[in-house]
């Protein structure tokens, strides 16, 4: 089972900022907060990883609460080719470290 | 690179025949993993690899599944026989490393089969 709980899903209308939350309550001390998203008909691809710090990138920003226990992605300005599942995973190594739960559906209207 | 490269795109097949699927990994990755997604269950490890050595197929459904990895840069996974409830994507990725959770997958763009 994944470690992880996100909502099913989300829509936002394009151009306007998104939070997508995660739990993950039961977190260990090393496990890093992994983002990854799947357009349709494509594999997924990574988006983002933290350990404590909030972190920034090209595509989207990783907000991490102080207790570790959520974390938010963050797509500034959604478009509509932002629309995709996304995965948040906790990954300390090992192969329950590599378990996708079901995502947040995230639908873009224009 | 090329990315994490996968063939064939689609595979139709019959029950019982065999079908193979072939993964080329990243170069310079060790670690190659193989997944199978599904409406219902979703995605789902099936194995993977490290430095071409198995380490953990604890999600391959059964015997009729096998993978190998013969060297750094080919994979395969393996159904015979091949039955309906087969019918999934195959993703298969590859990273560089696996400890600490650091590093990340590339995933290929994934085979479609259908087993009639």
């Known amino acids: 089972d994944a470690k992880t709980t996100q909502p099913n899903s989300m829509e936002s209308n394009e151009e306007e900022p998104v939070h997508l939350p995660c739990n993950h309550s039961t977190i260990s001390g090393t496990d890093y907060i992994h983002w990854y998203r799947q357009l349709p008909s494509q594999g997924p691809e990574y988006v983002i990883h933290?350990?404590?710090s909030n972190v920034n990138n090209r595509m989207a920003s990783l907000a991490i609460a102080e207790d570790r226990k959520s974390s938010t992605l963050i797509l500034h300005r959604a478009t509509l080719r932002d629309a995709a599942v996304y995965y948040c995973i906790n990954s300390g190594g090992g192969a329950d470290g590599l378990t996708f739960g079901k995502g947040t559906h995230l639908i873009i209207q224009p | 690179d090329a990315g994490v490269i996968q063939s064939p795109r689609h595979e139709v097949t019959e029950m019982g025949q065999e079908v193979t699927l072939r993964c080329k990994p990243i170069s310079g990755h060790d670690y190659l993993f193989w997944y199978r997604q599904t409406m219902m269950r979703g995605l789902e490890l099936l194995i993977y690899?490290?430095?071409?050595?198995?380490?953990?197929d604890s999600g391959m459904p059964e015997d009729r599944f096998s993978a190998k990895m013969p060297n750094a840069s080919f994979s395969t996974l393996k159904i015979q026989p091949s039955e309906p409830r087969d019918s999934a994507v195959y993703f298969c990725?590859?990273?560089?490393?696996?400890?600490?959770?650091?590093?990340?997958?590339?995933f290929g763009a994934g085979t479609r089969l259908s087993v009639l």
């Open positions: 690899f490290n430095n071409n050595v198995p380490i953990d």
């Open positions: 990725a590859s990273s560089r490393g696996l400890a600490g959770g650091k590093d990340i997958q590339y």
């Open positions: 933290g350990l404590t």
